[in-house]
């Protein structure tokens, strides 16, 4: 297999990775796998990583507009996941903060993904799940870095 046809292969896997990663989600009967969203899971992943953050910062992070992570933030803190509090470096912003409840559902999504994929991956060995984990994390490194590049 040349480059270009790597390449068309990666970019129908990464399409099937996708579909399937989803689908899977769905169809998991573990209540706390499908208890949050992706969106939902995405920022208070960040916000247990990272720490309180501001709007901008986390749109930033998540490549993603502003009035997009206005809108999922203020989804989840209906659902009490996490809190506005005021920015003491910006007396008019305000830093998004995971709640115990927030942390405490991610945590519980977080482990029933981790035990399906446990099942998923259960007859491959230690060196293949470590080498997949190694890639997707590049990969992901890739795709973050990619809209931030310089198109000149």
Same mark, same amino acid.
């Given at each position: 297999m040349d480059d270009r046809e790597a390449l068309g292969q #990666?970019? /129908?896997?990464? @399409? +099937? +990775?996708?579909?399937? $990663?989803? %689908? /899977?989600?769905? %169809? /998991?009967?573990? @209540? @706390?796998?499908? &208890? +949050?969203?992706?969106? @939902?899971?995405? #920022? +208070?992943?960040?916000?247990?990583? %990272? $720490?309180?953050?501001?709007? &901008?910062a986390l749109a930033a992070r998540l490549n993603l507009d502003g009035s997009t992570v206005t809108r999922q933030v203020s989804a989840i803190q209906r659902d009490g996941l996490v809190t506005r509090e005021p920015d003491p470096h910006d007396g008019r912003g305000a830093l998004i903060a995971p709640t115990r409840a927030g942390l405490h559902r991610v945590d519980a999504v977080r482990a029933a993904r981790t035990a399906v994929y446990g099942e998923i991956l259960a007859d491959w060995s230690a060196e293949d799940r470590l080498a997949l984990a190694t890639l997707m994390r590049r990969l992901n490194e890739s795709l973050d870095a990619y809209p931030r590049r310089d198109k000149r």
């Open positions: #990666i970019e /129908t896997e990464v @399409a +099937l +990775l996708m579909r399937l $990663g989803e %689908a /899977t989600r769905r %169809a /998991t009967p573990v @209540a @706390a796998h499908r &208890s +949050l969203d992706r969106a @939902a899971y995405v #920022i +208070l992943r960040h916000l247990q990583e %990272a $720490g309180p953050q501001n709007v &901008s």
